[in-house]
């Protein structure tokens, strides 16, 4: 007899190199995670020094410990609006790869949720919209309960073109 994996019978290959430790936050009421071995901090707001022409999304730079980071607000980012400050707000210390070499960047966001693992047959594959967007940052989607968490390839989020901004600004 043949040993099924997952509840569906068979786990995509794709699904299995996914599943894992995720470090879920918010943006508004959309629910995100990026891989937590992407994940180098969680800090508070700090003073961000603006960056003269840079994207609109790249906030500028903050001194962490000595060392200059870039911070991008992961809200403007996604095309979403931009608002204010809350208590729960806060920046996401990500290490991304590139061309140049592995990076930290900041991200912000609304809300840091909980750190989750999950599991190969709670990811699926993200769907095509019919129309020509690009999804290419999306790993997959997570079902968790009644909702849906975005997985992130954070390197992806922020492409080639980014990070060299990015890489200038700092």
Excluded at 54 to 59: L, S
Excluded at 138 to 166: Q, S
């Amino acid at each position: 007899m043949e040993a099924k994996r997952g509840t569906s019978g068979d786990t995509p290959p794709q699904a299995a190199k996914r599943e894992g430790k995720y470090l879920t936050f918010s943006l508004g009421s959309e629910e995100y995670g990026i891989g937590i071995l992407k994940i180098r901090e969680i800090i508070g707001i700090l003073p961000i020094t603006a960056v003269p022409e840079t994207p609109t999304y790249v906030k500028g730079v903050i001194n962490l410990r000595g060392k200059v980071i870039p911070v991008v607000n992961l809200r403007l980012r996604f095309g979403m609006p931009e608002i204010e400050i809350g208590d729960r707000t806060c920046i996401i210390v990500v290490e991304t790869a590139g061309e140049g070499g592995v990076m930290p960047v900041g991200i912000v966001v609304d809300a840091v949720s909980e750190v989750l693992n999950i599991r190969a047959e709670e990811i699926e594959d993200t769907p095509s919209f019919g129309v020509r967007l690009n999804t290419d940052y999306i790993l997959g989607m997570a079902k968790m309960g009644k909702g849906v968490k975005l997985l992130l390839d954070i390197d992806r989020v922020l492409g080639a073109n980014d990070l060299e901004a990015i890489r200038l600004a700092a």
